[in-house]
């Protein structure tokens, strides 16, 4: 952040905090000293119906509030009138919003007299807060987690565009933070076994646990859309680059071969993926942004599609198909981690040609369809609450 943006938060929060309701952290009074106590620090507070990985920690936070943990969230910058603190507050989180009793989270953290655990969600709050939080709780146990491999993703990204300066940057100061910072933690929780294995050629591979994407069905089966009552594509995704080049690779590369056999297809984009495209040199495709509900969308859509050419860890997105047993070609990048098999419970193609020639099957396969939608509950089994909670049991 610059030293004008620095400048102007600090008067915006000198002046929010003038017009205050509560001069306390809202919830504190559910702190219960007999029970364990787990901080979850994010750069960015968990917009759980925007982004999968936020949806993820949500997911995780409230398991822990089931095995009796006080739950606590830290993200700089929230204020009580925010939508998201409010969501958390009403499930009996407590969050850590701005106040004048305390001068920063440090203080507050100060205030208790054991915090058990930290977690930090990604690389970015670990790089912010993992030293100040370990001189402040020098007794707590901290956990990484890594969401997905980073350098990982940046690596594979160069592969593809080797002259990105920033790309490389990106690549060394992900490796350093997961490769040397990481290690020196107590636990690193890697989203797939693909990406622990990775990951214990830098740390010791006890103290690395694989918790993945949770995930179940939103819906009964028999309420599905069929076959013959769906129609056409959707993509949802958030900013990050992979979405971004998924996007152009879709229309670029994919649908024009598409298109020539079925002009009438149309596509559907979800998501703030939009903010980071000219939408004009997209025009046949439909960007629907940010929806407050999915559901409408994935029972109306005939097929999900995920033509991720780089990345890392377990996309959300093709969980959440899953869970409208909405039939799902991607490629082996985003269907890695997942235990999936090729038209058992997806569709795996590569290239743009293997992609089109997918897409035209499966819009036209209504016996392939139909396996493709039964199996979402196969395909959803290795992300259920109950095996991630069997899992943070150990830890």
Not at 267 to 275: K, M, Q
């Amino acid at each position: 952040m610059g030293i004008l943006k620095k400048i102007k938060k600090h008067f915006e929060r000198k002046e929010k905090l003038k017009y205050l309701q509560s001069k306390d952290i809202v919830n504190i009074n559910l702190y219960d000293a007999s029970q364990k106590t787990i901080l979850f620090a994010s750069r960015d507070f968990p917009a759980h119906d925007k982004e999968s990985g936020a949806n993820r920690l949500k997911e995780l936070i409230f398991i822990y509030k089931e095995l009796g943990y006080n739950c606590i969230i830290f993200a700089p910058h929230m204020f009580e009138d925010d939508s998201y603190v409010k969501f958390y507050q009403q499930r009996n989180v407590i969050i850590y919003i701005e106040n004048t009793k305390y001068r920063n989270i440090y203080d507050f953290l100060s205030s208790f007299k054991k915090i058990d655990y930290v977690w930090f969600n990604g690389p970015l709050a670990l790089n912010l807060f993992y030293k100040k939080m370990k001189a402040v709780l020098s007794s707590a146990k901290f956990i990484y987690d890594m969401v997905d491999i980073h350098f990982l993703r940046f690596k594979r990204a160069i592969e593809l565009e080797p002259t990105r300066i920033s790309l490389k940057k990106n690549y060394k100061h992900f490796f350093r933070l997961e490769t040397v910072v990481a290690p020196q933690l107590d636990y690193i929780i890697a989203i797939s076994d693909k990406e622990k294995a990775i990951m214990s050629q830098y740390a010791d591979k006890n103290k690395i646990i694989t918790v993945s994407n949770i995930h179940y069905p939103k819906i009964d089966i028999s309420e599905r859309k069929s076959f013959s009552e769906s129609k056409g594509i959707t993509f949802i995704g958030s900013i990050h680059e992979p979405n971004i080049d998924a996007v152009k690779f879709l229309y670029e590369k994919i649908m024009p071969i598409v298109w020539k056999t079925n002009p009438e297809l149309e596509v559907s984009i979800i998501g703030n993926v939009a903010e980071k495209l000219d939408l004009k040199l997209f025009p046949k495709f439909k960007f629907l942004g940010f929806v407050e509900s999915i559901e409408e969308h994935f029972m109306n859509s005939r097929i999900m599609v995920a033509p991720l050419r780089f990345g890392a860890g377990v996309k959300g997105k093709i969980g959440q198909a899953f869970e409208y047993f909405l039939p799902v070609i991607t490629t082996d990048i985003g269907a890695e981690g997942m235990r999936l098999a090729n038209h058992k419970n997806v569709l795996i193609a590569n290239d743009e040609n293997s992609f089109a020639q997918a897409i035209l099957q499966l819009n036209n396969d209504e016996e392939l369809w139909n396996t493709l939608s039964q199996n979402s509950i196969d395909s959803l089994k290795p992300f259920s609450i109950e095996s991630v909670s069997s899992t943070l049991k150990k830890i």
